[in-house]
């Protein structure tokens, strides 16, 4: 079964049962409160949620596991309604999974109690996961079991960071993407997921740190045009949860340098390359052409063995 004959299976399912799909084209949604996440089945309002700009693989990954959740909500499986129906409930007059978000959202909280809920939230996406796995061989999905498992023993792991750090992934920076952390992962979900092992769970806490990248765009030409592109590059690149740096917007300034006085334009090219070194990626916004600067940054970027990414920004086309 292909991506688009499982959608209109998962589609008629939530339909059935009164709720409704939200597929933006987007690279994220919206939790609640700002929290940004890639995908969400939320029972109160019936919405099952999965941001579809990205690559069929992934988004059918993301739908499959959301879908495991509102399988979970539709079986009335345990270890998914004890957040509902847990003594603490009626004492706290809270669900679980409300005193979860609220806590990583900056409420303070017991931590003995922050610890349960972190556990019960690591326990129902155990359960989903390999509810989803069935999913998967029931529809005959395109989707590789043991990657699979994997993928899912690194979301399920992270869990056991958030006591610690109290900080969600960055969207980009998913543990169940990053291949070092896949590499260590299981390819079943039979073991014990209550404790991640100490390699593991240093890996993980680089899952929450924006990633740097450099910005790279034209700038020499249309200034007025292209520093309103550059603008709006990094713009797009904040929304992405980075934290990018465009030298060629700062150091052009007035009163900085000039980037029309060769030996002006040399120094600051110099200056961002070497903050190009401390970040993770250069990233190359391509709507306006590719200058001089910009395929020396590419050269530069592969000499070091640093990622190279290249964007365009719809508005611009």
Not at 47 to 73: D, I, M
Not at 102 to 110: A, D, K, P, V
Not at 153 to 162: K, M, P
Not at 286 to 291: A, F, H
Request: charge should be negative; aromatic fraction near 10%.
């Amino acid at each position: 079964m292909n991506t688009d004959q499982f959608l209109e299976v998962v589609r008629k399912d939530v339909e059935e049962s009164g709720g409704s799909l939200h597929l933006p084209m987007e690279r994220s949604v919206d939790l609640g409160d700002g929290v940004m996440c890639n995908g969400y089945w939320d029972e109160e309002t019936k919405v099952l949620a999965a941001a579809r700009a990205q690559s069929e693989p992934k988004f059918l990954r993301l739908l499959v596991h959301e879908y495991g959740h509102f399988r979970q909500w539709k079986e009335k499986r345990k270890a998914y309604w004890i957040s509902y129906t847990h003594p603490l409930t009626e004492i706290l007059d809270r669900t679980l999974e409300d005193i979860f978000f609220s806590w990583l959202n900056g409420e303070e909280c017991n931590k003995e109690l922050v610890k349960f809920t972190c556990d019960v939230a690591r326990d129902l996406e155990l359960d989903c996961e390999r509810v989803t796995i069935k999913l998967i061989k029931k529809y005959k999905l395109p989707i590789d079991i043991d990657e699979y498992c994997q993928r899912a023993a690194a979301y399920t792991y992270f869990y056991n960071t958030l006591p610690e750090t109290r900080k969600w992934y960055v969207i980009g920076r998913e543990p169940y993407n990053n291949p070092d952390i896949l590499k260590l992962m299981p390819k079943n979900l039979d073991g014990d997921f209550t404790k991640t092992p100490s390699k593991v769970s240093a890996m993980m806490k680089n899952c929450i740190k924006p990633k740097l990248v450099y910005l790279e765009s034209p700038f020499a030409g249309e200034v007025t045009r292209n520093i309103k592109y550059a603008r709006a590059c990094m713009a797009d690149s904040l929304r992405r949860g980075e934290s990018p740096i465009a030298s060629h917007l700062l150091y052009t300034q007035d009163g900085i340098l000039d980037d029309t006085i060769p030996e002006e334009r040399k120094r600051g090219m110099e200056a961002g390359f070497n903050f190009a070194e401390k970040c993770e990626a250069s990233v190359f916004y391509t709507d306006l052409g590719m200058s001089s600067g910009m395929i020396d940054g590419i050269h530069r970027a592969k000499d070091c063995g640093r990622e190279i990414e290249f964007r365009t920004l719809p508005e611009w086309k």
